[in-house]
């Protein structure tokens, strides 16, 4: 192994340090927050209060945003309604005069409920059609605000809350907003850096290998909405304290273009970007006042130039670790040896899964017809065919990604529900795609992490306020994967961003990802292809090995060789059909196979 690569070892392994590295951008940003007051005036305190309430609620979008990928361009609206809930209950308006800081509660609470609403269109629309969802909402909101003149004023506007001694001065009022950011910035990163920010990004980048690591996205989502609403709820109310009264006017467009584009410009995936890019889009009109009335034009500048300079945004200019050269020359050396640690031995016995009569179209071709298969515990069974045979589409019947028309599978004779692949994860069926699915912006590490999501037993909140349980699955997590990367020889790379990485130790980061699962059973999608001859040997005692675990394991290969060496049972499809079934001497020399696929 190289060099370079090997240098990644150490920094894996320097948890404090690694730790201090992280926290110390942090402290310098807050430090220099708390500093502030006494090197400067009332009037940028104020800029500087403003800035923290901002980030308040960025930071939680930031979950929605950069590492969900949904794009929430409206959440200025949760703002509106944090704002107008504390100011209307602490005025009296609707009900008696309550408490401001229980005025606080209740806007978190109307934020929560509302960011869950808003939330759910992203359960099934994409991209741009949740963006108009949000904008929707945002502009309801202000007609609301508008319209119900006997409880926020209409156009005229209401007072807004008035903190108690001695947070009811310049000075106090912002100390106590930037604890809260400080606050809300450890909250937000302890869930990036939890198997829910992991899986968030998964989501975002490659749904559908996160769903074939069981995980759901209405459960993962449905917190993280709850989340966002809620902090954004309490930073309307702190917004509503900082202007004193507040209008429907105070809530624009170009607010909610700031909150979504600091997240753009600071990059997606990162809790110091975003910080970094708020603060200096709060601060930057007050030294280009002329020029305010540009801001939306100035704001969607300054987008395009960094996508276009720097795509992954300030994280990415932040990002020196991963700017190293690694040496081209790197050898992929597994250790099979160490299966029994990451997967235990179980009894090659019990039931199997079943397809039986599997039928299944795409407009007017029949993909799959009639087909008959089963894959034993700790065989290997090899399926083999031209392309546009079956052979993928089969995989997917079985991972529940599509739905046959006729016909179903089954796992030790339970059938195996079409439509939740999901649910596969957690019966212990694993998959690699044929395109490696990986999380490009996450480490090695982090993308094997991934697959052992679902066996994380802490909550989002106990990951959220960091409670044992959090530090008990990350602890178990990180261990486990640095075990698989070992069992398919990339260790060494654990640390290195995965689009960094050669086809070839993409296709083994992938086997190591379901071996988080400790599968059953493990469907290979072409594993072998782009390997070199050395490469594909030691995928194939790395396959046999997997099996003699007692793992059942479907392979779709097209290296007949590969094939012919590992496998205990071949099936070969064509047209959909099985053609042939049988040990791989028997297909060696089936006639209709040679002249159909092998050739003379």
């Given at each position: 192994?190289?060099?370079?690569?090997?240098?990644?070892?150490?920094?894996?392994?320097?948890?404090?340090?690694?730790?201090?590295?992280?926290?110390?951008?942090?402290?310098?940003?807050?430090?220099?927050?708390?500093?502030?007051?006494?090197?400067?005036?009332?009037?940028?305190?104020?800029?500087?209060?403003?800035?923290?309430?901002?980030?308040?609620?960025?930071?939680?979008?930031?979950?929605?945003?950069?590492f969900?990928?949904?794009?929430?361009?409206?959440?200025?609206?949760?703002?509106?309604?944090?704002?107008?809930?504390?100011?209307?209950?602490?005025?009296?308006?609707?009900?008696?005069?309550?408490?401001?800081?229980?005025?606080?509660?209740?806007?978190?609470?109307?934020?929560?409920?509302?960011?869950?609403?808003?939330?759910?269109?992203?359960?099934?629309?994409?991209?741009?059609?949740?963006?108009?969802?949000?904008l929707?909402?945002?502009?309801?909101?202000?007609?609301?605000?508008l319209?119900?003149?006997?409880?926020?004023?209409?156009?005229?506007?209401?007072?807004?809350?008035?903190?108690?001694?001695?947070?009811?001065?310049?000075?106090?009022?912002y100390?106590?907003?930037?604890?809260?950011?400080?606050?809300?910035?450890?909250?937000?990163?302890?869930?990036?850096?939890?198997?829910?920010?992991?899986?968030?990004?998964?989501?975002?980048?490659?749904?559908?290998?996160?769903?074939?690591?069981?995980?759901?996205?209405?459960?993962?989502?449905?917190?993280?909405?709850?989340?966002?609403?809620?902090i954004?709820?309490?930073a309307?109310?702190?917004?509503?304290?900082?202007?004193?009264?507040?209008?429907?006017?105070?809530?624009?467009?170009?607010?909610?273009?700031?909150?979504?584009?600091?997240?753009?410009?600071?990059?997606?995936?990162?809790?110091?970007?975003?910080?970094?890019?708020?603060?200096?889009?709060?601060?930057?009109?007050?030294?280009?006042?002329?020029?305010?009335?540009?801001?939306?034009?100035?704001?969607?500048?300054?987008?395009?130039?960094?996508?276009?300079?720097?795509?992954?945004?300030?994280?990415?200019?932040?990002?020196?670790?991963?700017?190293?050269?690694?040496?081209?020359?790197?050898?992929?050396l597994?250790?099979?040896?160490?299966?029994?640690?990451?997967l235990?031995?179980?009894?090659?016995?019990?039931?199997?899964?079943?397809?039986?009569?599997?039928?299944?179209?795409?407009?007017?071709?029949?993909?799959?017809?009639?087909?008959?298969?089963?894959?034993?515990?700790?065989?290997?069974?090899?399926?083999?065919?031209?392309?546009?045979?079956?052979?993928?589409?089969?995989?997917?019947?079985?991972?529940?990604?599509?739905?046959?028309?006729?016909?179903g599978?089954?796992?030790?004779?339970?059938?195996?529900?079409?439509?939740?692949?999901?649910?596969?994860?957690?019966?212990?069926?694993?998959?690699?795609?044929?395109?490696?699915?990986?999380?490009?912006?996450?480490?090695?590490?982090?993308?094997?992490?991934?697959?052992?999501?679902?066996?994380?037993?802490?909550?989002?909140?106990?990951?959220?306020?960091?409670?044992?349980?959090?530090?008990?699955?990350?602890?178990?997590?990180?261990?486990?994967?640095?075990?698989?990367?070992?069992?398919?020889?990339?260790?060494?790379?654990?640390e290195?961003?995965?689009?960094?990485?050669?086809?070839?130790?993409?296709?083994?980061?992938?086997?190591?990802?379901?071996?988080?699962?400790?599968?059953?059973?493990?469907?290979?999608?072409?594993?072998?292809?782009?390997?070199?001859?050395?490469?594909?040997r030691?995928?194939?005692?790395?396959?046999?090995?997997?099996?003699?675990?007692?793992?059942?394991?479907?392979?779709?290969?097209?290296?007949?060789?590969?094939?012919?060496?590992?496998?205990?049972?071949?099936?070969v499809?064509?047209?959909?059909?099985?053609?042939?079934?049988?040990?791989?001497?028997?297909?060696?020399?089936?006639?209709?196979?040679?002249?159909?696929?092998?050739?003379?």
């Amino acid at each position: 192994m190289s060099e370079a690569a090997g240098q990644a070892v150490p920094a894996q392994r320097g948890g404090a340090g690694e730790t201090l590295r992280r926290v110390l951008p942090f402290a310098a940003i807050f430090g220099a927050g708390l500093i502030l007051p006494a090197v400067s005036n009332d009037y940028w305190t104020l800029i500087a209060t403003r800035a923290a309430i901002y980030w308040i609620l960025v930071s939680g979008l930031n979950l929605v945003v950069g590492f969900a990928g949904q794009l929430a361009i409206g959440w200025v609206a949760m703002l509106t309604l944090g704002a107008y809930t504390t100011s209307v209950l602490a005025l009296g308006n609707v009900l008696p005069p309550v408490p401001v800081f229980a005025a606080f509660a209740a806007a978190a609470l109307v934020g929560a409920t509302f960011g869950l609403i808003v939330g759910l269109p992203a359960l099934r629309l994409r991209t741009f059609y949740f963006a108009m969802t949000t904008l929707g909402f945002a502009t309801i909101v202000t007609q609301v605000a508008l319209a119900w003149q006997s409880v926020t004023g209409g156009g005229i506007g209401v007072p807004g809350p008035v903190l108690p001694e001695p947070l009811d001065t310049t000075l106090g009022f912002y100390l106590f907003c930037l604890a809260l950011a400080a606050f809300c910035t450890w909250m937000t990163a302890n869930v990036a850096h939890s198997r829910f920010g992991r899986s968030l990004v998964a989501t975002r980048d490659a749904e559908v290998a996160a769903e074939a690591s069981g995980i759901s996205k209405p459960r993962l989502l449905g917190p993280v909405f709850l989340f966002s609403g809620a902090i954004a709820g309490i930073a309307g109310g702190l917004f509503a304290t900082l202007q004193s009264y507040i209008t429907p006017e105070a809530f624009t467009f170009d607010l909610s273009v700031l909150f979504f584009i600091a997240i753009l410009i600071g990059g997606r995936g990162s809790i110091l970007g975003p910080l970094i890019a708020t603060v200096v889009l709060t601060w930057l009109p007050e030294f280009a006042a002329p020029l305010v009335v540009w801001s939306t034009f100035l704001y969607a500048t300054l987008l395009l130039v960094i996508v276009l300079a720097v795509p992954g945004g300030i994280a990415a200019l932040l990002d020196f670790k991963n700017r190293r050269p690694l040496e081209s020359s790197r050898a992929i050396l597994p250790r099979p040896e160490l299966l029994p640690e990451i997967l235990g031995r179980r009894p090659a016995s019990g039931g199997g899964i079943t397809l039986r009569d599997v039928v299944l179209s795409f407009g007017g071709v029949r993909a799959i017809d009639g087909l008959d298969l089963t894959i034993e515990p700790g065989q290997v069974h090899g399926l083999i065919g031209p392309n546009g045979s079956g052979k993928t589409t089969t995989l997917n019947v079985i991972c529940g990604f599509n739905t046959p028309e006729a016909g179903g599978a089954t796992l030790d004779g339970a059938p195996l529900r079409p439509g939740t692949p999901q649910t596969r994860a957690p019966s212990g069926i694993a998959r690699t795609f044929q395109t490696p699915r990986l999380i490009g912006e996450a480490s090695v590490l982090q993308n094997v992490m991934v697959g052992g999501a679902i066996r994380g037993q802490g909550t989002f909140l106990e990951s959220l306020l960091s409670l044992p349980r959090h530090h008990a699955d990350e602890a178990m997590l990180r261990e486990d994967a640095l075990l698989a990367l070992r069992t398919v020889g990339l260790e060494p790379l654990a640390e290195v961003r995965a689009d960094r990485l050669q086809h070839s130790e993409l296709r083994f980061m992938e086997i190591a990802r379901t071996l988080m699962l400790r599968p059953r059973f493990l469907l290979l999608d072409e594993p072998a292809a782009g390997l070199s001859a050395d490469e594909i040997r030691r995928l194939g005692a790395l396959i046999r090995a997997i099996s003699r675990q007692g793992t059942g394991v479907l392979l779709v290969e097209h290296h007949a060789d590969l094939i012919f060496e590992i496998c205990d049972r071949v099936t070969v499809l064509n047209l959909g059909r099985v053609l042939a079934a049988g040990t791989p001497a028997e297909i060696r020399v089936h006639q209709e196979v040679v002249s159909a696929y092998l050739g003379a």
